[in-house]
């Protein structure tokens, strides 16, 4: 027998299907690099905009102060009123006088000198005093900060090659401080009260310990009002309600509500809690009621997805085995939901956290230079901080205003990581 001879030429159909496999693998090459290049982009932008954030804002981190050697001027000094004392004007006075100069007659020279101060001079002199008056007729040693120009020009944000008329330092305030540092006066350390202080009309003494504790209060009251009823609601609607036109009309303002502006919310709080109930203005109470109404549609919506992500089989177990429905709702379909009932908690608390325009309209924009101690104390959020001091005309307030969003996100940061951590436990744990 002889082999059968080979078939000349190769089959249509295989070369057509060998075509489709090349198109069908290439496009999900492609499918792969756009999904890469995608990426890339995000990963791009965000890196651009926190490099943005940092080159504008880490000189707040960093502060300027002067050691002073002050003689307590008996002549000057009440000691029974120190705070009426011009510290200030006391200290140009003696530094003038120790570089052997003299003020002329209108006191520009000493006005100018104690420009470059800040005003913690005047209050770490007068509590210095205060604590102890035996230091009057002494020569006591204060480290204050500078003032918010001076600062800046030691940081490099002022030039001396600027005209004149375009800075806010004269060049025999130049002078001085380009002395002062010679002398070994100034001093550069981390600036500790940007964490330590309240809010201030004088940037260099500006902080944002008052707006990340006012923050954390809203977010109290946010999350123990905002999570129970919302789940409440969510577990009703999903598991008891009876399926008809009432319940249907519920879910679809709900999820209207979910897009509503936040301006809306903050008009409504306005209105309703200020207006009409008197409660506290620019509280944490009435910012925690506002943002709790507009965090409820997404906790409602995000635990109604995830209660009914839950396999049916699990109800129908549990009803087998003699459970009553609310047994098997809380025992057994709930725990199991959990890890999508924290997801949807954690994205309502971080949009909340970020929200300016309804704090805004409820007060937390005015002043505000404490801390708060209770919930109904007035009180600044870090959102509203950040609006406040990149539309203060101080140039110092914009290094500060990029510092506080740096803060904000380090604080939202930690927040949904300990979310995080919890919502795990509950994965674990069922």
Known sequence: MTDAPSRA????????????????????????????????????????????????????????????????DPARIDPDYPQGTNFPQMVAEQQLAARGLSDDATGRASSELRGL????????????????????????????????????????????????????????????????????????????????????????????????????????VTAFLAIPIGVAAAVYLEEFAPKNRISALIEVNINNLAAVPSIVYGLLGLALFINWMHLPRSSPLVGGLVLALMALPT??????????????????????????????????VLPLAMPGVMTGAIISMAHA???????????????????????????????????????????AFHERTAAAIMVLLAFMIVMNAAAIILRRRFERRW
Not at 22 to 50: D, H, K, T
Not at 132 to 158: M, Q
Not at 201 to 219: D, I, K, N, Q
């Open 117 to 220: 101060f800040s005003s913690e001079l005047k209050f770490q002199a007068g509590d210095l005093v205060r604590a102890d008056p035996s230091v009057i007729g002494k020569t006591v040693t204060i480290n204050a900060p500078l003032s918010d120009d001076a600062d800046l020009y030691f940081k490099g944000e002022i030039e001396r090659d600027t005209p004149a008329d375009q800075r806010r330092l004269t060049d025999r305030q130049l002078d001085w401080l380009d002395r002062l540092e010679a002398e070994g006066l100034v001093e550069r350390r981390f600036n500790t009260l940007l964490f330590t202080n309240g809010d201030s009309t004088e940037p260099e003494l500006a902080g944002v310990l008052g707006a990340v504790v006012g923050s954390a209060l809203l977010l109290l």
């Open 299 to 332: 906790i409602i919506i995000a635990t109604r997805s995830s209660l009914k992500a839950v396999p049916p089989s699990i109800r129908e177990a549990a009803l087998a085995l003699g459970a009553s429905r609310i047994q098997t709702v809380f025992q057994h």
């Open 353 to 395: 956290l970020g929200e300016t325009a309804p704090l805004l309209l409820i007060g937390m924009v005015s002043f505000v230079p404490g801390v708060a101690t209770s919930f109904t104390d007035p009180t600044g959020a870090l959102p509203s901080l950040i609006y406040i001091w990149e539309n203060a005309s101080e140039r």
């Open 9 to 72: 030429g190769s089959d249509p159909r295989m070369d057509r299907l060998k075509a489709g496999l090349r198109r069908r693998y290439g496009r999900e090459r492609r499918f792969r690099l756009y999904g890469l290049l995608a990426i890339a982009v995000a990963i791009g932008f965000l890196a651009l905009l926190l490099g943005r954030i940092w080159d504008q804002g880490h000189t707040a981190f960093i502060a300027h102060n002067l050691e002073v050697e002050v003689f307590m």
